[in-house]
């Protein structure tokens, strides 16, 4: 990363931005990928297995490429990967996938950025299998609060976008393990950090820290 600047923006789950010298950007990149030759300083990357393109016939071939991309040291996060029960493979096959890559996590000692959509009974089930040392941070969270309360209870991060960021849900997480990202909306990630200031009644300077101090946590960073 390039410490010039200080960093006041953090893209944790992009598909289209890339970082700059205010923003740190977490690019995703799907099994099969490399990480580009060339890429602008503050770009970090996260490398997984998305649930919706899982076959019964493709799962151990991408397996074995994720591992070359994710030994590449700017991949930080393994993901995305998780549950999807309305759209990919079957949910034991989801499932397989899922907890190889958590385990090539563990060995890489490093988070994982969740995919989830109804599948939160096979998350939970893995998580109590897997033990994760490191956070299991899930992207693009826009369920309940109710839902919301017992992830945050049952140890789960938060990547919200802005349709994730209700009084609702920040009602119940805690401050300490939200994240907040863009995907592939395409909007500034300034819009998503001007939404998430304005629903948790804070000033910009001060979301800015909250975020800020999360990711250091995460990663043990000091930016
Ligand atoms: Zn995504």
Sequence with gaps: MNPGREIRYIDFHTHHSRGSDDTIAIVNLMAGENVPADFSANT???AGIHPWFITEENSLQLLTE???TAAHPHVVLIGEAGFDRLKG???EVQYSAFINQAAMAGELNKPMVI???RGWEELRRACREVKPDRPWIIHGFRGSGKLAA???DEGFWFS???RGITPEILGVISRER???ETDDTGEPIADVY???ADKAGCDEETASGIIRNNFNTLFNFRI
């Design 178 to 180: 939200i994240l907040l």
């Design 89 to 91: 493979a079957r949910m």
């Design 44 to 46: 970090l990357f996260s």
């Design 160 to 162: 919200l976008g802005k």
């Design 150 to 152: 017992t992830l945050d």
């Design 194 to 196: 001007r939404h998430f």
């Design 66 to 68: 994720l591992v070359l």
């Design 115 to 117: 995919h989830c959509v």
